[in-house]
């Protein structure tokens, strides 16, 4: 019995990045949306799954992305209002990570907010987008769970039920249309 039961503890270990899903952790509220989940984020329905963190080098970021999706991903860049692919897209579908591919904000939730940048309500599905402070300590940044890359920021201003203004870099975004 405790050869079995030290066997199943280490496949749990190891599928769960050695954190214990939120289910595990007593959640509050499974329909509650936060982009600072603490327990391991997913790529799937399935929200025990962990994301594979992806790590790379510079120079490898820079052969996979485009110079803009670079300094703004990698750099922490800003790229300027109302001058950005996605600030004034108004079809349906889903914005994924620019440098891995991780679903990170739908079209259900993307809101005009006057400030020439797409703006979200909320993240696509708990853990996929990370909040940090800004190195001053002014702003809550956002970064992608699965690759680290910066994402933008997040504001109290926005819109209902959240109230949250999720403003992010079109460059750090791609764009799938849904499936008509």
């Known amino acids: 019995m405790w050869k079995f039961s030290t066997a ?3 496949v ?3 599928t ?3 954190e214990q899903p939120k289910a ?3 959640a509050s509220d499974a329909s509650e949306k936060s982009a600072t989940a603490p327990s391991p984020t997913t790529t799937s329905s399935n929200p025990l799954e962990p994301i594979m963190k992806i790590t790379k080098t510079d120079e490898e970021w820079k052969r996979i992305l485009t110079p ?3 300094y703004i991903l990698r750099q922490k860049g800003t790229e300027r209002p109302f001058r950005n692919e996605y600030y004034d897209n108004h079809e349906a579908g889903v914005y994924l990570c620019a440098g891995c591919d991780l679903e990170l ?3 259900v939730d993307k809101f005009d907010s006057g400030t020439g940048w797409p703006s979200y309500t909320r993240a696509a599905s708990p853990g996929h987008v990370t909040e940090t402070t800004d190195e001053d300590g002014s702003r809550t940044e956002l970064t992608c769970a699965r690759c680290g890359g910066h994402l ?3 504001f109290d201003d926005g819109p209902p ?3 949250q203004r999720y403003c992010i870099d079109s460059g750090a975004l791609k764009f799938v249309k849904a499936e008509k």
């Open 12 to 14: 749990m270990l190891v």
């Open 8 to 10: 199943i503890l280490l």
């Open 68 to 70: 803009n999706q670079f």
């Open 161 to 163: 039920p959240t109230n």
């Open 152 to 154: 933008g920021h997040v």
């Open 16 to 18: 769960t990045g050695c």
């Open 105 to 107: 904000f739908t079209s």
């Open 24 to 26: 595990a952790q007593g």
